[in-house]
């Protein structure tokens, strides 16, 4: 557990230093063999582990040639649509030796499957393999949104994936409880603390009640069970919760499953420190935002994370290129290797300000966790509406305190007065872009996998997953026969669609409470005096705003946060939540006839969609209803989608809301040839 020391004070022994935490870098993009060189340039350069970013398509359960996934394949993360892709992405990585994290949520049981084949083709005894599936369905419900099936047949995924992890991989993590997401949703400590060890305990309780695991191997599943853990800015809170974290997880294994072997009870969690956070506006401070970050999770030896990824500091700007993710492993390194902070114990112990704010913190969350259980637990909190709700009014009432200035961010509504920046003077050279062409390569090669593979053997494979699915055997072992038989990834989604169903999660829109008040002289104020003026001239009796998010792109915040803040400045909204085709944007749009249509997207498939969004507007004679589009759109990116014809684009550095929507007003008075109104916001 430890290693050689560095050098000692004079007249000292040298300490001995703890191991450091796994150094992951959070990778994948445009195909499997792009992906491979980039894991093994990253693994030559110090990284100690693997962590897989998976395209949207592959994480929402869609092949390449999918509706659903134009635009979207090979943006955010790497295609994996078979076993000859998963043979690829890990060429010459001998997963034998590997710690491998797969951030996978509703498909986590398809792609071990793909992971577990490739090792054994490599010769690998699948009980050594180490690493981590992320399958936290519920965080997918709540906030990033790649979520399939409903909570029912999601969390049966789960609980076979950890039955059968448990008996044939002991050292796998089979889920990642994942609470990184809902900080980004607005979750405050509480929530996130709350709302993750709630969803432990619906895993838990639906695992022992399955029958599948004997009693004296509780302790094995428990203590496979990690965590995954968002680190923000405000470094003494987030260290105090990571402490929380660890007791109230004690707590919870010991009291409520008997737990008694300390070990099988430690919170294991491992952490990126928040991306959604750092800001398009001054790029460059990112870089002290992550490491003040990044030491929230490792400076407390007693609540240090296992493992930790660093985003890279252009990310709000874009795909970050290779050389911006080696700086951030150098962040770890020199933390780790050049500083003496593994060489101390706990530096935080006996301290009276953490421990009275830990201590705080625990009583709040089990108020909160024992909540969330008198209403069914977490699925039945999720199915109500109840924990959306609640994270959409906490990221309501978080960004109205940052409009109003009462939480200060360095750059965007504070010291906002900059020199050039040399990092960003040539912004098409400062981040990485997927070739455009790339997609269509991808679907090519799909299509000749599904020529040559053995069809008869492939469908009997899908039969047979049916069958599994209908009833009530563990769903392992039926999806490594399609594994092996070269099903898809949309075949085998699509195969337990057709036996579970698909869900759609509450958008927590109509239930969050009013956050900022229109109190008179107020900009809110005279953004409501625009809407319902608008509203008069054009014999409307209100203004119709539609919200939406083509493609596959979850992230739902923004779009959650303009819905709310509209529906306060007096528009009518029309938001149904994510994952929608233009066509089904556009068919909307002209049903409820809107005054303007506005779309979000974070996942770099604007250039795709949104044309299209436009084309099938004109098409059906709607081509002067305006449209506006938010997300990371870099400026040759906006500059084109207005020459399209969208009226107005907003990026991360818009950050006031209600002057978004003044601005949205703007549009639609302009697009009716209404006169502008000199109205203040």
Request: proline fraction near 5%; include cysteine.
């Amino acid at each position: 557990m430890s290693e050689a020391s560095g050098p000692a004070a004079a007249g000292r022994p040298p300490r001995r230093r703890d191991r450091p935490w796994l150094m992951r870098t959070y990778a994948g993009h445009s195909t499997a063999e792009a992906s491979n060189e980039l894991y093994r340039r990253n693994l030559a350069k110090g990284q100690t582990g693997l962590s897989v970013a998976f395209d949207l398509p592959t994480q929402t359960g869609y092949d390449p040639d999918h509706l659903l996934a134009r635009g979207e394949v090979g943006r955010v993360g790497v295609p994996v649509a078979h076993i000859g892709d998963m043979r690829r992405l890990f060429r010459e990585i001998p997963l034998g030796q590997m710690n491998t994290s797969m951030t996978i949520n509703a498909t986590a049981m398809w792609l071990l499957a793909l992971y577990q084949v490739v090792a054994e083709e490599q010769g690998t005894e699948i009980a050594a393999l180490q690493g981590t599936t992320q399958n936290d369905i519920v965080k997918e419900y709540l906030s990033r949104g790649t979520h399939v099936f409903p909570p029912g047949p999601s969390l049966r995924l789960t609980t076979d994936m950890i039955a059968y992890t448990v008996g044939r991989m002991p050292k796998w993590n089979p889920i990642n409880i994942c609470s990184y997401h809902l900080q980004e949703a607005g979750a405050t400590p509480v929530q996130e603390i709350s709302y993750a060890m709630s969803t432990a305990v619906a895993v838990l309780d639906a695992v022992f009640a399955s029958g599948q695991v004997s009693d004296d191997r509780r302790g094995e599943v428990v203590g496979r069970i990690s965590f995954f853990v968002n680190a923000g800015v405000r470094f003494i809170e987030e260290m105090c919760k990571m402490r929380a974290f660890g007791r109230i997880w004690d707590r919870i294994t010991r009291e409520r499953y008997g737990i008694e072997d300390p070990r099988q009870r430690r919170f294991r969690y491992g952490v990126q420190v928040n991306s959604l956070g750092l800001t398009e506006a001054q790029p460059e401070n990112n870089v002290q935002r992550i490491v003040l970050e990044m030491l929230a999770v490792t400076l407390s030896k007693d609540a240090r994370a296992r493992a930790v990824q660093l985003p890279a500091w252009n990310e709000a700007l874009g795909l970050p290129r290779p050389w911006d993710q080696q700086w951030s492993l150098r962040i770890q390194q020199v933390l780790a290797h050049e500083s003496d902070l593994l060489e101390y114990d706990d530096i935080f112990a006996g301290s009276r300000v953490i421990e009275a704010e830990v201590a705080a913190l625990e009583a709040e969350c089990l108020a909160e966790i024992a909540r969330i259980g008198e209403m069914g637990g977490a699925m039945a909190a999720v199915e109500s509406g109840y924990l959306k709700a609640q994270l959409v009014a906490s990221h309501a009432e978080r960004r109205a305190r940052i409009e109003a200035g009462e939480e200060k961010i360095v750059g965007v509504n504070v010291f906002r007065s900059t020199e050039e920046n040399p990092l960003t003077a040539d912004l098409d050279g400062a981040i990485m872009t997927v070739d455009p062409a790339n997609e269509a390569r991808v679907v090519a090669a799909l299509h000749a996998w599904r020529e040559e593979r053995n069809e008869p053997r492939a469908a009997e494979a899908l039969t047979a997953l049916k069958k599994a699915a209908a009833g009530t055997d563990n769903l392992m072992t039926a999806t490594l026969e399609c594994a092996r038989a070269g099903v898809t990834t949309g075949e085998w989604s699509w195969a337990l669609r057709d036996v579970f169903g698909e869900f759609r999660a509450p958008t927590g829109v109509s239930g969050a409470p009013l956050a900022v008040t229109a109190e008179p002289g107020s900009p809110l104020a005279a953004v409501r005096e625009k809407v319902a003026r608008t509203a008069r001239e054009l014999g409307s009796g209100k203004l119709r705003l539609l919200v939406g998010k083509p493609g596959l792109d979850g992230h739902s915040n923004g779009a959650e946060q303009i819905a709310v803040r509209a529906r306060d400045a007096g528009f009518e909204v029309v938001y149904q939540g994510i994952r929608l085709t233009p066509a089904q944007i556009v068919s909307a749009a002209l049903a409820e006839d809107v005054h303007c249509v506005g779309l979000s997207i974070l996942s770099g498939s604007h250039t795709e969609l949104v044309p299209d969004v436009l084309a099938q507007l004109r098409a059906a004679g709607a081509a002067e209803l305006p449209v506006v589009v938010g997300g990371i759109i870099p400026a040759a990116d906006a500059t084109a989608l207005k020459a399209a014809g969208v009226a107005a684009v907003f990026t991360p550095k818009d950050f006031g809301i209600t002057e978004i929507i003044g601005r949205i007003v703007d549009e639609i008075r302009q697009a009716n040839q209404l006169d502008p109104l000199e109205v203040p916001v």
